[in-house]
Structure formats: C-alpha cells, structure tokens
C-alpha cells in the first residue's frame, strides 16, 4: 500500500467537507438574509413615503438656495447611518440574549447576570446552557453599579417600570405603524383623481386595516414567503427611481452626505428647523424592529440584509425624492408619488400598498411576540396564546390583541385622518423606545459585557444626546397628536404594572403563609385524613412546603388521592429551558407518603403545552425518579430529571374506547377523553434485586391509582387589600388588579385543564 500516495487524497476529501460545509453555512446565511425582508425591514423601507412631507409640513419652507433641501437630506443620511447601522445593527445586536433580542432580552441579561432586576428566579441559576462561560474578573465600576442596586430597592422597581414604559411604547406602535403606512400609500390614489374626496382614502385605508388583521388568524408561516418579494421588488423601485431621479434632476445633492449641511441647515432654519426633526425621526421608524426580531434570524442575516440591500436602496431614494424636490418645490405635500415617472405611478402604487402590509405585519408580529414574554414573566394578564406553526415556536397569534389593534387602528384613522398628526404621534412613540435601549444598553455593557464605565458612557451619551434632540422637537407636538401615544403606553403601563404588583403580592402571600410538613403530616392525622384513590395535581406557585390553599382544602375537606404530586410551573429569566433541564422532582416526606413535587421551568419565549402530553410527561418524570432514587438517597432535594431517549419510548398516545391494566409491561390509561398506553421497559437484570422489585411496586402502585382517576386542583383566589392599607393600594389591588384578573383568563383554562376533573378551592388572600 502507498501510505504517502493516500495522503493527498486524504486531504483533498477534508478541503471538499470543508468547503461542503462551510458553503452550507453561507447557504442558511443567504436564505435568511432573504427571509428578513419580509419580516423586519418593511416599517423601515416604507418611511420615504411620508418622510419629506411630514419634515415640511410645519414652517419650515424651501427657499431659492437649496440650503433647506440639502440640510434634510444630510440629516436623514447621518440618521439612517448612525442609529438603524451604527448603533442597531453593529452594536446592539451583540446584546442578544442566547439568540433573543428586544427590550425583554436586554433586561433577562441583567436579571440572570447580576441582582438589579425584579424577575429574578432560585431555580434558573441550575441551567447550563446559560451558565457555560468562564466569568471574568469584574471590573470596580460594575461592581459598584451592582451593589448600588442591590442596595436600593426602589431604583430596581424604577428600572422594571422603565422597561415596562419601553414595552409599552412598543405596543403603541402596532398602532401606528399600521395606521401610518397604509393611509400615506393610499393617499397617493389622490396624485392621479385630485377631485377624489379625503372620505373615500379614509374608507379604502380602513378595508386594508381590516383586511388585514382579519388574516392574522393564519399566522404569518402560510405566507411569509410571499412577504420577501414584495419588499424587495419595494426596495428595488425606489432605489432605482431614486437614481433615476439624481440624474435627472439634480446631480449635486450628493453634497448631502457632508455633515456641513447639517450645520448650515439649523443655523438657517434656527427653531423652524429644530420643530422640523419630528418629521425626519420617522426615517428611523422600524430599526428597533431589527433587534426585536432577532430571534428569529442570525446577527449575520440581518446585518448582511441591511448594509447590502437595504441601507443603499433607502439613501438613494432619499437623495432622488430630494433631487425632485429641488427642481419642484410646489410639490412639498405629494413629493414622493410626484417624482415618479407616469410609467411606473401605478405598479409602484400597488407594490407601496402591499409593502404597507408587509411592514404593519413585521410590527403586529413583534406586539404579538412582546405581549407574549410580558404575560409569560407575570407582567401582563393571562391572555390566549394561538401558535400558527409548529415548525417556527415564535410564530403566534393573540385573538384579543389582535382585535382590540384593530380598534384602535381604526379609530386612529378615522379621528386624526391627516398623516401629520398620526405622524406627531408616530415619531414619539418610535423615539421613546430608543431612549430606552439606549439606557438599558448602559447597564449591559458595564454589568454583563463588564466593559470599563466609559465606554458605556460614549455609547449612551453619543447616541442619547441624538435621540434626546430628536425627544425635544416632538415633545414639541404633544398638543398636535403626539398626546395620543403617552395616552396609550399609561394605560399599557399601569395595566402591566399593576399585574405585576398584585401577582407578586399574591405569590409572597403564598410564600408567607405556607404549612411546612411536619405540621401537615400532623395536622393530617389529628383530624382523621382519607385517602381517595387515584392520583391528585395541586397547581401553584410554591417551590416548597404545603401551599396554604392545599391546607385549607384539607382542613375543611380531610381528604386527599393517594398518589399527590404538587405542581410548580415557573418561567425563567432566559429564552428558552432545554428539555434535560425543564423538570424537577422529587419526594415531599417519607415514601409511605406517596408525596411528590415537581417544578417545570419554561424560558419566556416558550409555549406551553398538549395538556395531556404535559400529564404524561409529568408521570413519566416521577418514575425516572423512583429508579434513580437510590443515587438520590432521601437527600429532600430536588433532582433534574433528564430527556433521555428511554424516555420518549415510555410515552406512546393512542386513540382507543378502553383502558385496561395488568401486571405486564404495558398498561392503558385513560383520562376520561383520550386513553393513553404507558409501557415500561424493564431494565436487564432488575427483576433479580429486591430493591428493583420495590421500585417496581412503587411504579405498579402508580399507575393503579392513574386508572382509577386524576384530578387538578388550583386556587380560586380572591386577592383583597388589608384594611390599614394606603388608598392607593387598595385602588391598585381591590380595583384594577380585581378588574384584571376578572377578565383575564382563568388559571384552568391557561393549564388546559378538563373542566370535569378539576377542583377549585376558593380562598381569600389579604394581602
């Protein structure tokens, strides 16, 4: 054998694998950097409809010198390049949160990283997949900022209702950016039948609105990638036109792109200027969308998306519609539809609406998306949650979100019906949320990067400072429309808020108020317990100990299954729980017992799940414990219990009219809808131990009282203010907390548990 003549070909075949493999990666790049036109990018791409005509809708006016013109443009140019590419795609995307983005993701960092968030969980610091890197040595100046808020608790709660503001903000969004898009695109139907009334744009934008909240209910998958073709077909025509455009008419605004004209533009235009920067903030309309909806892409996709197509497409049609405008200043309140060639009105009519839909639906998605880890963190009440793929978790559908955007989308369009209103209120909205990365942006990078505090502070100031003067002009307009958008994110806000409290005064109610076991087992057997067949789930919120609603139960009710497994469902400050992770189990008391508890963690970007499969789930899970509990020796912990292949073949779901059970391997189970046949395959050599044949018992044991039936118990709860509380308080928990939890969904429902095996145990908390 030639071993020196095989060794070229050796080589070869790893350069072919790695070359196979590395054109693979840059294959999953490219598909989804197209896949983000269609998701992130349209509330971006269709702001130069509405841009120029917003910025020149106050005093500012053009003059003979083009001095006004260029300033715009040079403004727009630097603000496109400074916050969507500089701050969003360079640097703000690397503050993703094992792949998530958002304002959420950015607090989920500091809350797991370090004590200055309220949301905060004892049982996620176990994870390893969030806990795998090496930490460094922190620096003092993190330190400090750590401990100072640790120390005061009330610069935590301020932080919390920063985020929350922020969130908010992003809500009121899926207001406008719907509202906003279509009614300008719409409008351009006016360029061609001047005599056409303003009712009849209003109508037709109302019947796209409606349109198109009424096909939410599809979820996004069955046409996403229909989404990526308009945009791009959007974004080719305008920077083409925009091309067009430069040469024809006006060659020199490239001097634009000097930041001169910037200075020369505010020393001309003085306080006209500074008002108009309410209307320029909207060219940046859509770039928190880039980090919200990073989740669903890569870092690479995105910014590949945006410096290749995107950014270039945006500046030339900027600088083409400011080339028009040069030469036809008298068309100042219909420029972009104006400067395009007869040729194309039309086509570029039907695509700009189309990419209005495109856009509205990239920011119902992210509204959809933010509610959805509010609720999951207990900052927003229990809503239902409609997953419209089972292939992208991301993907949902909220029915009363939906309807009630709708309303106000509506509502919007027909009250304020001028596009320079709705755009008062737009650019404040958009502005607010990035105040608020910019500030939460401090803190990652001097408590989680632990990057030296001035850097920090070049990066707030730098980019504060931009959005404060962008802040200050459309304070400006709070009379002219831009009331609208603090209006909604208050309500939002104090709705979250006062969520949050009154849960987390109901869970310190539960946790003060629990009966640790000896006293249980005592009380038990001082007024003559009974123990029922079957097999009994108490949902709550402890960890550990009796919940006191269980103890009341029983005190009024001496009785309880035989098999008792106390539930726990919690969801943690990270995106998502690796299924080797996501339940812990162990034994409450001795195993005379027959007392379990189980906590499953959930990240708050995660579903939940089939309540039958979860039941499953659950049992399957207690007797991996009974096998393994000779390694885990009465230690009273809590022991995670991994998805092993085994265990996904012990679970087999069918169809079937009977139940039946034996002493075989194979038993049936049935929960009154679906039957369900458990099989337990019996490891080599346990039949010939005596301790395998109690564990086998034990597990025989359990699946005789799962025949004779399950029950659910959860709390009906009534959460109720001490007397001696501040007024305050009790307005906040008795009528707003009480408010919300009467409309909300009710716990059983949000477990999908069986109504005709469910207990509910009423109980009033004094809180």
Known sequence: ??????????????????????????KATLLLAYQ??????????????????????????????????????SLVFWSLTLIPLLKYIILVLGADDNGEGGTFALYSLMCRRSRIGLLNNIHEGSLSAYNQKEPREELKSSLAIKCFFEKHYSLRVVLLLFVLMGTSMVIGDGVFTPTMSVLSAVSGLRIK???????????FACFVLVGLFALQHCGTHRVGFLFAPILLAWLGCIGGIGIYNIFKWNPSVIRALSPYYIY?????????????????????????????????????SLRLGFTVVVYPCLVLAYMGEAAYLSKHREDLQSSFYKALPDRVFWPVLVIATLATVVGSQAIISATFSIISQCRALGCFPRIKVVHTSSQVHGQIYIPEV????????????????DTEMIGNAYGLAVILVMLATTCLMFLV??????????????????????????????????????????????????????????????????LQNKVCLDRFLSLSSGIGLVRVPGVGFVYSSAVNGVPPMFAHFVTNFPAFHRVLIFVSIQTLTVPKVSPDERFLVGRVGPPANQLFRCVVRYG????????????????????????????????GELSVIPASPRAQQLVDVDAAPTASCSSSSACEIDPGVVSKRVRFEERAGAGEEEEGEMKSGEVKTLLEERESGVSYMIGHTCVQAHESSPAVKKFAVNVVYGFLRRNSRRPAAELGVPHTSLIEVGMTYTV
């Open 604 to 635: 708050y970007k995660e579903g939940r799940w089939d309540h039958f499969n979860f039941e499953n789930q659950l049992l399957m899970k207690v007797v991996e414990f009974l096998e393994m509990q000779e390694e885990a020796a009465d230690s």
């Open 193 to 203: 039948f001047p005599e056409l009334h303003e009712n009849y744009t209003v109508l």
């Open 264 to 300: 020369n533009f505010f020393r001309k235009a003085g306080q006209d200027g500074w008002s108009s920067l309410g209307g320029i903030v909207l060219c940046i309309t859509g770039a928190e969308a880039m980090f919200a909806d990073l989740g669903h892409f890569s870092k690479l």
């Open 1 to 26: 054998m030639d071993v020196e003549g095989g060794l070229p070909a050796v080589q070869s075949t790893g350069r072919r694998r790695t070359s196979s493999s590395s054109w693979g990666l840059q």
């Open 402 to 417: 939906n309807w009630v955007l709708m309303f106000l989308c509506l509502a919007v369009t027909v009250g304020f019906r």
């Open 36 to 73: 983000s036109f269609g998701v992130v990018y349209g509330d971006l791409c269709i702001s130069p409809v509405y841009v120029y005509k917003n910025t020149f809708s106050g005093k500012l006016r053009l003059h003979e010198e083009d001095e006004e013109i260029l300033g715009v443009l």
């Open 445 to 510: 990078i001097t408590t989680v990067w632990n990057r030296n505090v001035l850097l920090a502070a070049l990066f707030t100031v730098g980019f504060g400072s931009i959005e404060l003067m962008y802040l200050s002009a459309c304070l400006a307009k709070v009379p002219h429309g831009g009331w609208l958008p603090l209006l909604l994110s208050l309500v939002t806000l104090l709705a979250m808020s006062t969520w949050h409290y009154g849960t987390k005064k109901k869970k310190e109610y539960e």
